[in-house]
Every structure is written in C-alpha cells, then in structure tokens.
C-alpha cells in the first residue's frame, strides 16, 4: 500500500523534504515502517524521531498502519 509521510524539523532538513509518499506492505506496523524508511533514507538511521499517526505519538510496538492514516515523523524536542 502507498502512504503519505510528512517530516518535520531536523527531520525534514536531513531528508530534504517536507513528505513524500512511499510503498509499504500490506498490514506494515510501525517497526516495518521504520525499517523501510531507513532503507530508502540511510539519514535517517543516525536520527532519533518518533511516529505519529493521526496526530498522536505512537508508544507501542505493533500498531500496523491504514493507507488513510496521517503519518508524521517528529524529531526530538522539549517543552518548556
């Protein structure tokens, strides 16, 4: 299935774009899509992110993915 996927911050610097759309497996979790996007984006394998999926960080293992998800990758930041 194609997703939509949008950087945010260093995120979106290292990769050199705000999204992008990418092929992922049929029933892919987020591990798998953290696997792909490291593959397609070698950057990003020195990044730390987290992924969000419909506006909310995702803090489980296994959540697998719908193509109508909204997808973000987030760097690290602090709030204050």
Do not use: W
């Not at 029933?27 to 984006?41: D, M, N, P, S």
């Not at 730390?48 to 959540?63: D, E, L, R």
């Not at 998800?69 to 987030?74: I, Q, R």
């Amino acid at each position: 299935m194609r997703i939509k996927i949008k950087y945010f911050g260093l995120i979106a610097e290292a990769v050199g774009k705000g999204e992008e759309q990418i092929e992922v497996p049929n029933a892919c979790t987020i591990e798998e899509l953290e696997r792909v996007l490291k593959e397609q984006q070698p950057v990003l394998l020195n990044k730390q992110f987290k992924v969000a999926i419909n506006h909310s960080i995702i803090h489980q293992q296994g959540v697998e993915l719908k193509a109508t998800d909204e997808l973000a990758l987030l760097p690290p930041f602090a709030g204050g």
